[in-house]
């Protein structure tokens, strides 16, 4: 089975002028057929996320008139924007909605769900995306939208900012990408504004991001980031808050908004593997957004230097949003305008500065969590996870049941670059079972086609062995599939083991449930709500990588060596001393590992050098 949205590199998408012209021109031909007597220009099969769609289309219908003067489109866009104006702008309490601070304020919203008390929770990130489609719609009035109307539209979309901001909480869902788009929504409703009160909604605007956005950022792998619904990522959400990021330097010119969409874009970057695959976040762990990342990715995958685009995105919201039959959906319609105002070209080669949470060279990546254990590894065009051993979760030697790969104390790291290699040394302080502290050092070394990862310890009690890793998806072309297999090798002996017990909090890669799926299932909270990675934290056991020692290591260590990716040469690994260090000879490099204390600033020690 293939990961239903781990689809095609986002970069892969042509951006030319003439393509994005056939992508207004196909909305065009479905719009003016949809177009309803009354106006409306939802698509039939809507329910949820529909308050914003039909002025969603309404704006593309009047960014393409801009484009090229489709004489049947001012008709369209005038009855359709009666339509919103008329049928979808709200002003009673929606019954049951619980983040008001003014009740029966009068001001306009849109709904999640059209009929009253249905589904309000989602009425503000929906108001949210109505203010954004009419502040569009604004943006294309001019020779297309006759006084009347569009003052009304103006009207409209002032009291949507007063809503979000002044008669509800804001932000009441903990998403940034839905506080960053409201943000957005005033920066751009103010030109449209007289003076002082454009200087006012800017003001406010720029205040919200400050204090009520930015004051909140979520630290993970080092990097300060807008909290996505409980969590600091979220790879459905992650890029889009980079959308918005990017949207709001182009129409702000803040410096703040380069600032925080650059460190944004890094910490993507160092957590997506080579091949674009991405996991975990605290709403969908593997469910990717599309067209709504582009402009993020694009704009400041320029800027930090980096490939961005090879994110795997859906490629079924390839340009916009669609329903399952393929028609257009107005949903997010605001992202496929910026995307095609927005000039910026791809960056597609890799960064070359080293980062600390990633290890990349050819087709081989790793990603690190925040503890320097590997949360993605990708070679041979395998995704493995972190394996999960009675409730123990990541890469590393497991003695008597036990784990060693959480830090006790501060984790160090040494890149290296030469002959072709990258290598990342990462040393840390563990305690076993035994209270006994003991430094673990583990090296990655890749030629860019294979992965070798070395693990040294102090020597354990009883019969350890290497937890090397969950094999779960593997490159189908442009899709994903699913696996429970993978190209490894080990020095010691080397087993692919799968739970033996049966239940949700067993994870059997043989399966066809999604890690997605088994997380959602042990989430406290329903799907779409809940965190599927703290449910996924509560896996007891899963299929994993299981890799006995290296028989010859010295007396005081025990070691593992594994190779991940095509078999090619034999894997060779020897280890001896050399004086305080340590010294790797494997049939493609000889490392000498320095003291596990460090230099005389307690820095890592690491040289390399190719066979």
Request: glycine residues 10%; proline residues 7%.
């Amino acid at each position: 089975m293939h990961l239903p949205r781990q689809l095609a590199p986002l970069h892969d998408l042509p951006d030319t002028p003439e393509a994005y012209d056939a992508v207004l021109a196909d909305v065009t031909e479905q719009a003016l057929a949809r177009l309803t007597p009354e106006g409306n220009l939802e698509h039939p099969d809507c329910v949820d996320d529909i308050g914003d769609t039909s002025l969603g289309i309404t704006s593309l219908l009047a960014f393409a008139w801009q484009r090229g003067k489709d004489p049947r489109l001012p008709e369209a866009v005038a009855r359709s924007l009666a339509f919103h104006l008329r049928e979808r702008v709200y002003r009673d309490d929606n019954p049951g909605y619980p983040n008001l601070k003014l009740r029966n304020s009068g001001l306009p919203y849109a709904r999640y769900t059209l009929a009253a008390g249905a589904h309000p929770i989602g009425d503000w990130p929906s108001t949210v995306w109505a203010l954004l489609q009419a502040v569009n719609v604004l943006d294309a009035a001019d020779g297309l939208v006759d006084d009347g109307p569009r003052a009304e539209l103006l009207d409209v979309a002032r009291g949507y900012w007063r809503w979000l901001t002044e008669a509800t909480f804001f932000n009441p869902q903990e998403a940034g990408n839905q506080a960053i788009g409201c943000v957005v929504g005033g920066l751009m409703l103010a030109a449209h504004l007289p003076g002082p009160e454009a200087e006012s909604v800017r003001a406010r605007a720029l205040r919200l991001y400050r204090d009520e956005i930015r004051a909140h950022r979520v630290v993970d792998r080092g990097a300060a980031l807008p909290p996505e619904h409980g969590g600091a990522y979220d790879n459905n959400y992650g890029p889009i808050s980079l959308s918005f990021l990017a949207q709001a330097h182009r129409v702000s010119g803040e410096e703040i908004f380069a600032e925080d969409g650059d460190t944004l874009a890094r910490y993507l970057d160092a957590r997506l593997t080579n091949g674009g695959f991405d996991n975990g976040g605290p709403r969908y762990s593997e469910q990717h957004s599309a067209f709504e990342s582009v402009l993020g990715l694009r704009y400041f995958g320029a800027r930090v230097g980096a490939d961005l685009g090879r994110y795997r995105g859906d490629s079924r919201w390839a340009r916009h949003a669609v329903k399952e039959d393929g028609g257009v959906d107005g949903h997010f319609a605001w992202m496929l305008v910026w995307q095609i105002q927005d000039t910026t070209r791809w960056h597609r080669e890799p960064p070359t500065k080293t980062a600390r949470h990633q290890l990349r060279a050819g087709t081989v990546s790793v990603a690190f969590d925040s503890r320097l254990t590997p949360a993605v590894v990708e070679a041979g065009g395998t995704y493995y996870l972190p394996a999960a051993v009675n409730r123990q979760h990541g890469y590393g030697p497991v003695v008597d049941g036990f784990l060693l790969c959480r830090p006790m104390g501060e984790v160090r790291v040494r890149d290296v670059r030469i002959d072709g290699l990258a290598a990342k040394l990462v040393t840390k302080p563990v305690v076993g079972r035994d209270h006994v502290l003991r430094h673990l050092q583990s090296l990655y070394v890749t030629d860019g086609t294979s992965l070798w990862t070395t693990v040294t310890v102090e020597r354990l009690p009883g019969t350890p062995y290497l937890l090397a890793g969950l094999p779960y998806a593997e490159d189908d072309g442009d899709r994903v599939r699913r696996t429970a297999e993978g190209e490894v090798t080990s020095v010691g002996a080397l087993r692919l083991t799968h739970p033996a017990a049966e239940g949700t909090d067993h994870f059997d890669a043989r399966s066809e449930t999604t890690q997605e799926q088994a997380a959602f299932a042990l989430a406290a909270d329903p799907r779409g709500y809940g965190n599927p990675d703290e449910g996924w934290r509560h896996l007891v056991s899963s299929t994993a990588l299981e890799a006995d020692p290296v028989p010859d290591a010295p007396a005081d260590l025990h070691a593992f060596a594994v190779r991940y990716g095509p078999a090619g040469a034999p894997l060779t690994a020897a280890f001896t001393r050399d004086g305080a260090g340590l010294t790797v000879r494997t049939e493609a490099f000889t490392a000498r590992l320095g003291d596990p204390a460090g230099d005389a600033h307690g820095e890592p020690e690491l040289t390399l050098s190719a066979c």
